[in-house]
């Protein structure tokens, strides 16, 4: 959606929601719920005429479509199986902060205990089901090396995988791809070092569709701003609001000075006004004393 200027917003949920599926990601359009990652391309492409793939051949496409059929059904499965083994690590390759991420006051340490028990299990059981977690550690590791290989060939020494112009497959890859390359090189993870040394083709990748895709990324990482491609009302200078804080100022202080004004000739009048009433007054107490 970025690289087509799509309009979206995303929605900080906490990880409360999920599709009718129980899937995320998952979006909205015009009130329908679409979930899936590959359908939501499929249907937002669909939908807008923004077909990434619309230049590519008919082998292209099919090798595209086994491309990401590795990279959803394998490779982000060896990701998640070292993710549910080293949560320890997975939080702090990240810098995940668990307060903000689900919103809740509980203490960081508190949050991180019962995230790493339910994560852990969770995690496990779906790696276990898919079919990968049956096997050792280190065997689904080496999994993941192939997995790194075939996509380094396929890129070879182009900047995207089909040309000049990233396709739906450059996409997935950065998706998969920027979990391993991102996670902070003091934690240690074989994928991301032997990406790094027999990879590097991958790496100028990754870093290719970030410039291209997210100029906004410092933002997104460090503000945790899920909206920061969308432009933001400037913030109020110091040196407007003090001159709107002395406008203001100003105003109260004629206003006062109406009032004061208003007042005094109120009581000058009332003044007046006793005057006449004040010699009638003296006039009738002299005519009474003659007449005794």
Not at 220 to 228: P, Q, S
Not at 273 to 286: G, S
């Amino acid at each position: 959606m970025r690289k087509r200027s799509s309009r979206c917003m995303n929605i900080d949920h906490k990880l409360k929601l999920r599709s009718k599926k129980g899937q995320l990601p998952f979006v909205e359009v015009n009130g329908e719920e679409i979930a899936d990652s590959t359908i939501i391309m499929q249907e937002l492409a669909t939908r807008y005429d923004k077909d990434l793939d619309a230049a590519l051949t008919q082998e292209q496409r099919n090798i595209a479509h086994a491309m990401i059929s590795m990279l959803e059904n394998h490779l982000v499965w060896v990701v998640l199986s070292w993710r549910s083994k080293n949560t320890e690590h997975m939080l702090k390759g990240y810098k995940i902060n668990l307060q903000h991420a689900l919103g809740s006051r509980l203490p960081n340490a508190l949050l991180n205990f019962f995230f790493k028990f339910q994560f852990s299990r969770k995690g496990a059981k779906k790696v276990k089901a898919q079919g990968l977690g049956v096997h050792k550690p280190e065997e689904i590791e080496e999994f993941g090396r192939k997995d790194l290989k075939v996509l380094s060939e396929l890129l070879a020494d182009k900047p995207f995988f089909f040309g000049d112009e990233p396709t739906t497959l450059d996409c997935v890859a950065f998706s998969v791809l920027a979990q391993i390359h991102f996670i902070l090189d003091e934690v240690k993870y074989g994928l991301k070092e032997f990406m790094q040394e027999n990879c590097p083709n991958l790496v100028g990748h990754v870093s290719r569709i970030k410039e291209r895709c997210f100029p906004d990324w410092e933002d997104i990482c460090t503000k945790l701003d899920l909206n920061a491609h969308i432009p933001k009302p400037e913030p109020e200078t110091k040196e407007n609001k003090e001159g709107a804080d002395t406008e203001k100022t100003a105003e109260q202080d004629k206003n006062e000075s109406e009032k004061e004004l208003e007042k005094d000739n109120s009581n000058e009048k009332s003044e007046k006004k006793e005057e006449p009433e004040k010699v009638v007054e003296e006039n009738k107490e002299k005519e009474e004393a003659a007449a005794k």
